[in-house]
């Protein structure tokens, strides 16, 4: 089945670009999606790219896309401590049907 | 506009009690998920619906799990009897029709689950 890798934890200084990395295995994936979680909070969409595409620029949020290499990452310029949380990389491969990766820790260092 | 409601956020009962959770979509989204989200993973979706028909319950383990949504609004998951592997934080999400390939997913806080 589909499967969605990334590493546990990030730790950055405020002020620092952050760069949090995914790698996918199913070639069929359409769309890429980034994920926020707060403590006890939900998830919360915060961009996806087509698989079309190999960048989405949003704000502060950079997504790069290497599809021959089925990888993924997200860029956060200018890191705040609000930044602090778990990130989700997920992709769909049709049918509406989101497979998560375990979530990449992000620790915003004062 | 209110998101996702999710009751109650927090639950705990001994091993082979029954227990059930409810959930709330956004007004006007068609499809609901029920994921399970163990300690330091992502979501596993159990079943997905469109409307009232649950069109991907793959992942649902039926020998006690059961869901229901139906009038096609509110959901409810319940489990039967637990067993202390179904701790977890189970999270309901909804996404409107016009979304492609399901992108647009707004989830609920979550219920966390602890079986004792």
């Known amino acids: 089945g589909e499967d969605v890798e990334q590493s546990l934890f990030l730790s950055v200084r405020e002020g620092d670009s952050s760069v949090i990395n995914c790698t996918y295995t199913d070639s069929s994936s359409t769309y890429l999606y980034w994920y926020k979680q707060e403590p006890g909070a939900g998830l919360q969409l915060l961009t996806y790219i087509f698989s079309n595409m190999d960048m989405k620029q949003d704000q502060r949020l950079t997504v790069l896309l290497n599809k021959k290499d089925k990888h993924l990452s997200l860029r956060i310029a200018d890191t705040q401590t609000g930044d602090s949380a778990i990130y989700f990389c997920a992709e769909s491969g049709g049918y509406q049907k989101v497979t998560f990766g375990t979530g990449t820790k992000l620790q915003v260092i004062p | 506009e209110a998101g996702v409601v999710q009751s109650p956020r927090y639950k705990i009962i001994e091993k082979k009690q029954p227990v059930a959770f409810w959930c709330n979509p956004i007004s006007g989204h068609n499809t609901l998920y029920w994921y399970r989200q163990n300690l330091g993973q992502g979501p596993e979706l159990l079943i997905r619906y469109e409307n009232e028909e649950a069109v991907d319950d793959s992942q649902l383990p039926k020998d006690r799990f059961s869901a229901e949504r139906l009038k096609g609004v509110d959901s409810t998951l319940k489990i039967q009897p637990a067993e202390l592997g179904d701790s977890a934080v189970y999270l309901c999400?909804?996404?409107?029709?016009?979304?492609?390939?399901?992108?647009?997913?707004?989830f609920g806080p979550g219920t966390r689950l602890t079986v004792t």
């Open positions: 999400a909804s996404s409107p029709r016009r979304s492609p390939d399901g992108s647009e997913q707004y």
